[in-house]
């Protein structure tokens, strides 16, 4: 993409944001080889469940994978980095148990980093890692989302950090984010939309109201990590089950614990069986034939922040949830209907300053990482694309291109 010599002349630079639920070392691999292929000048990795389910056994491999990272050979050319760990599982009141982490390549001459505390920007010189009390590091913003969001969870990890960036004549913020997941098959099938639809909405609205208010000047942002977003369960399963009869099998207190979708003909043959944690549909093949397109009608939460989040075309298939067997790279597993939980969402100004030139059709790319190796039950997404000078500050020269809102 852009050299150092372009960068002086054009004044523009690649950055690549990167979200990621990952299995460690096939993501490690995986990931250099994605950084050298579009060699971005800023790299911007999120992670969500730092530690993994089993975080308090866990927590010490994450210190040892970031040593890793930060000295591996790929990244020798960037010689800045600023990583932020949320490793505090002690803290029930601050936990969020997510990790950002930026690596800046050393042709990114004059780079800053927004001081929250001092309300100003500051050079951003050497490694610097920070973890256990993110709360006093002046450097980012971190909430925890408030616990009657989500009363079903006692102790949910579920927040947002929030970074600032100046470089280029740019400035924008990149926010971490995890919302809430659906905890039962059943009752998200109940209605449309889903009343966990509902919770991931407000969770959201308070990260976006956090982020725009009147304590700091409003930039443009990109907000990455695991939205928790799911199709609309009731018009899935319409729409997969249209010709099938349904059953209902319920506990001894009348409670809704399975549901049977079976054929009308064909001996009656299940096609669908759910429960509480259990999606098990007979043809996986309609969520990867084309990347899932066909179900991307039913993709519906985004659609009440049109005005304030856009997003790329999406080009690959759901991103949740796949199986864990090392050896099934592509198979989901049957524990919920697969969604595109994971995604690169950003405000009108930040799209805006997205440069694309009009003789590289691949000059924004948009996709998923290892689509065929087994990382988790998540697959990691990353969106690679170029900024020019000027653009997130409202006085500055800008691309034509780089209008901002």
């Keep these: 993409h852009v050299t150092q010599g372009e960068i002086a002349s054009r004044n523009e630079a690649q950055l690549f944001v990167l979200f990621a639920l990952f299995s460690p070392v096939l993501f490690?691999?995986?990931?250099?080889?994605?950084?050298?292929?579009?060699?971005?000048?800023?790299?911007?990795?999120?992670c969500q469940e730092v530690g993994?389910?089993?975080?308090e056994e866990s927590m010490s491999h994450v210190d040892n994978f970031v040593k890793e990272l930060l000295s591996s050979d790929?990244?020798?050319?960037?010689?800045?980095?600023?990583?932020?760990?949320?490793e505090n599982y002690r803290s029930q009141e601050h936990f969020t148990a997510l990790g950002s982490l930026y690596f800046i390549h050393d042709s990114l001459k004059n780079i800053q980093q927004f001081d929250f505390k001092a309300k100003k920007f500051r050079k951003v010189v050497g490694k610097e890692t920070c973890s256990e009390t993110l709360e006093s590091t002046p450097t980012l913003e971190k909430a925890k989302f408030p616990q009657d969001y989500f009363p079903e969870c006692?102790?949910?990890?579920?927040?947002?950090?929030?970074?600032?960036?100046?470089?280029a004549d740019c400035a924008f913020d990149l926010v971490n984010i995890h919302l809430f997941?659906?905890?039962?098959?059943?009752?998200?099938?109940?209605?449309?939309?889903?009343?966990?639809?509902?919770?991931?909405?407000?969770?959201?609205?308070?990260?976006?109201?956090?982020?725009?208010?009147?304590?700091?000047?409003?930039?443009?942002?990109f907000v990455f990590g695991d939205f928790n977003f799911r199709l609309d369960s009731?018009?899935?399963?319409?729409?997969?089950?249209?010709?099938?009869?349904?059953?209902?099998?319920?506990?001894?207190?009348?409670?809704?614990h399975k549901l049977v979708f079976q054929e009308t003909d064909n001996d009656r043959k299940v096609i669908l069986q759910i429960e509480k944690k259990l999606f098990n549909y007979v043809n996986q093949e309609v969520f990867r034939e084309d990347n899932g397109t066909s179900l991307l009608e039913f993709d519906n939460e985004l659609s009440v922040f049109k005005e304030r989040l856009h997003e790329q075309e999406i080009g690959f298939p759901p991103s949740y949830p796949y199986s864990e067997d090392s050896s099934q790279g592509k198979q989901y597993m049957n524990t919920r209907c697969p969604a595109w939980c994971d995604r690169i969402l950003m405000s009108p100004s930040a799209r805006d300053m997205l440069l694309k030139p009009e003789n590289e059709e691949k000059s924004i790319v948009y996709d998923n990482i290892g689509p065929n190796v087994c990382m988790g039950d998540h697959k990691p997404v990353f969106l690679s694309?170029?900024?020019?000078?000027?653009?997130?500050?409202p006085n500055a020269n800008k691309h034509k291109c780089c209008v901002v809102q």
Excluded at 52 to 55: A, E, P, T
Excluded at 234 to 242: D, F, G, P, T, Y
Aim: proline share 2%; net charge positive.
């Design 74 to 86: 790929a990244l020798k050319e960037y010689s800045r980095a600023r990583v932020y760990l949320d």
């Design 181 to 221: 997941h659906d905890a039962s098959n059943l009752v998200a099938w109940e209605k449309s939309p889903s009343e966990y639809s509902g919770t991931r909405q407000k969770a959201l609205a308070y990260v976006l109201d956090r982020i725009t208010d009147q304590r700091y000047e409003k930039l443009p942002f």
């Design 234 to 256: 009731k018009k899935v399963i319409e729409k997969l089950c249209s010709d099938a009869t349904m059953q209902t099998i319920r506990t001894d207190n009348n409670e809704i």
């Design 385 to 393: 694309f170029r900024i020019t000078a000027g653009a997130g500050k």
């Design 154 to 167: 006692k102790w949910s990890r579920k927040g947002f950090i929030r970074t600032r960036w100046a470089m």
């Design 52 to 55: 993994g389910k089993n975080f």
């Design 28 to 46: 490690f691999s995986l990931m250099l080889q994605t950084v050298q292929s579009h060699k971005p000048h800023f790299l911007a990795l999120h």
